[in-house]
Structures are given as structure tokens and as C-alpha cells.
């Protein structure tokens, strides 16, 4: 079982910058991949950015190529999700998510591959 706690999450105006944390516990060697997901109103869940904990590799939603970087502290078991440049169109609920087995390039935003999940942290953008 790994816990999965956010932080980082509030209110900036278009443009802005905010840096979300996700600090995992309990059976933390079991994740290979871990990532920020969001879910604004009335949208489905989808794949922001995730990163393999193994070697770094990372991978981002197009919406979000630029202007977003994930990152990892393994000292700390801690992802990072550094937002720039942020868009009213960013506003959503961020959740964090771990993966527990290998997945394949084109699964890797897809939620049903990630079975822990954080509570999320509110992240609004104002025009």
C-alpha cells in the first residue's frame, strides 16, 4: 500500500507560476511511475505529467509541453510538479498517482493504469 499526500495548490492569476509536491510513504519500492493527474468540473480525469521512478524518464500531455516540468526527490519520495505560464484552462483538482507495473509509452497518462491516489489539491486560475 502506498500513501500519497499533495500539497502546493491555490489561487493565481493567468500567468503565474504554483509547484505542487506529492510525498509518497509505506510500500514506495512497488511504484515504477508516478504522476499528476487532474479533473476539472463536469471533465474526466485525464494524464498531466508522470515520471519513471526508475530512471527519470518523463512524459507530458500536449496542453502541457512547456510550460510544465515533473520531477523526483528519492531522498524524500517526493514528485514535483513545477506549473509556468499557467492558463484559466489549468483550473482543476490535482491528484497524484502511482503505478505498480511496467507500462507501455501509450498507457502512460491513462488513469486506470495508476492504482494509488492522493486526495488531490485545488489548483484556480483567474483571467
Known amino acids: 500500500q502506498v500513501q500519497l499526500v499533495e500539497s502546493g495548490g491555490g489561487s493565481v492569476q493567468a500567468g503565474g507560476s504554483l509547484r505542487l509536491s506529492c510525498a509518497a510513504s509505506?510500500?514506495?519500492?512497488?511504484?515504477?511511475?508516478m504522476g499528476w493527474f487532474r479533473q476539472a468540473p463536469g471533465k474526466e480525469r485525464e494524464g498531466v505529467a508522470v515520471?519513471?521512478?526508475?530512471?527519470?524518464?518523463?512524459y507530458y500531455a500536449d496542453s502541457v509541453k512547456g510550460r510544465f516540468t515533473i520531477s523526483q526527490d528519492n531522498a524524500k519520495n517526493t514528485v514535483y510538479l513545477q506549473m509556468n505560464s499557467l492558463k484559466p484552462e489549468d483550473t482543476a483538482m490535482y491528484y497524484c498517482?502511482?503505478?505498480?507495473?511496467?507500462?507501455?509509452?501509450?498507457?502512460?497518462?491513462?488513469?486506470?493504469?495508476?492504482?494509488?491516489w492522493g486526495q488531490g489539491t485545488q489548483v484556480t486560475v483567474s483571467s
Open positions: 509505506g510500500y514506495t519500492y512497488s511504484s515504477t511511475w
Open positions: 498517482a502511482a503505478a505498480h507495473s511496467s507500462l507501455h509509452r501509450w498507457l502512460l497518462l491513462q488513469t486506470l493504469e495508476y492504482k494509488s
Open positions: 515520471i519513471s521512478l526508475s530512471g527519470g524518464t518523463t
